[in-house]
């Protein structure tokens, strides 16, 4: 994640002293200068100011006591605002617009807005305890990887990610485990219960992806059905996850009623082994893929640290493009 400006990291404690009075003119005046174009550091300051209440009742006790007490209380408080503050823009894209918002910890939202562009329409304007601000710089940054992303230019969003807005411990450990599925490859609802610790979970996992706060970065669109249907996402966006996985060269059956994965013509994993196979391999046809893993083609899969089947071989024997 991009960092702040120089010259915004070498003015934070100046603003800090002038938001709580503490400063000199010359300080203060080169802090006026500053927050006067800097839109980022304009927002700090007014977010420092709540604390100067605090400070001013500190300042009446005893010189030493008080100054060590004021000192603790500020730090806290400012850790508070640091840890309450999330940085948000809208952007358009090939999927309609997104709202990337972070935190100072890593991206904590990834949201389809379709064709709404407002702020109060977001998961974001719901949550209790968070201060949303609109930011440039650093939000801008991300927009651009995703959209090489989606542009088929990148096959990695390797961002820092805050799991706050997941709902419970139940949905982190479900997030982290679909982080797991490599580009081109999809995995089932059960496997993903599997990996989780709770193979009856099904429904849960499910549930838990329904409402992943990171959508495309957890990649939920890779999750499918034990039968190869791909089922829902994101809601009602199903759609969207035919397309994303069309962008990672996974193929798709439009002509059911249903869309599901072209699985014959996909590489095949199970759980248990270090080979992938060709899907036709022992009596892989016959079985669900709840412990199954399928991906686009030999070369996602060896990026994924598997070797070719010695019985099958489909290194010599491979699917047709």
């Known amino acids: 994640m991009k960092h702040k400006p120089q010259s915004c990291r070498e003015i934070e404690a100046d603003l800090i002293a002038t938001a709580t009075g503490d400063a000199e003119p010359v300080v203060r005046g080169r802090v006026e200068d500053h927050i006067g174009f800097c839109a980022a550091c304009r927002g700090d300051f007014q977010r420092y100011r709540e604390i100067d209440g605090v400070v001013g009742v500190l300042r009446r006790e005893p010189a030493m006591e008080g100054a060590v007490r004021a000192r603790e209380r500020l730090e806290s408080r400012l850790a508070d605002l640091r840890s309450r503050l999330m940085m948000y ?28 562009t407002g702020f109060k329409f977001s998961r974001l304007a719901q949550v209790a305890g968070v201060e949303a601000q609109e930011d440039g710089l650093e939000v801008e940054a991300l927009y651009r990887e995703l959209l090489e992303y989606l542009q088929g230019k990148r096959t990695r969003l ?90 990672e060269g996974v193929p ?18 199970d759980r248990n082994e270090v080979e992938y196979c060709l899907p036709t ?23 994924a640290g598997l070797a070719p089947c010695t019985a099958c071989r489909p290194d010599l024997h491979p699917l047709s493009a």
């Open 89 to 116: 823009r809208v952007f358009p894209s090939p999927l309609g617009n997104i709202l990337i918002a972070r935190s100072e910890h890593g991206v904590s939202l990834v949201e389809y807005l379709g064709e709404r």
């Open 158 to 247: 390797e961002w820092p990610l805050d799991l706050r807005l997941a709902r419970s411990d139940f949905q982190r450990a479900v997030m982290k485990a679909t982080v797991a599925i490599p580009y081109g490859a999809v995995a089932s609802y059960a496997g993903i219960a599997t990996d989780v610790g709770n193979r009856s979970a099904v429904r849960a996992v499910a549930q838990a992806l329904r409402w992943n706060p990171l959508p495309i970065v957890v990649p939920c669109h890779r999750i499918i059905g034990s039968s190869g249907l791909l089922t829902g996402y994101a809601g009602d966006k199903l759609s969207l996850k035919t397309r994303l996985l069309g962008l």
């Open 252 to 269: 798709t059956l439009s002509a059911h009623r249903d869309p599901r994965v072209a699985r014959d013509t996909m590489y095949v994993r």
């Open 281 to 303: 391999c022992g009596g892989l046809p016959s079985r669900t893929l709840a412990d199954l893993t399928l991906f686009a083609s030999r070369e996602r899969a060896e990026s």
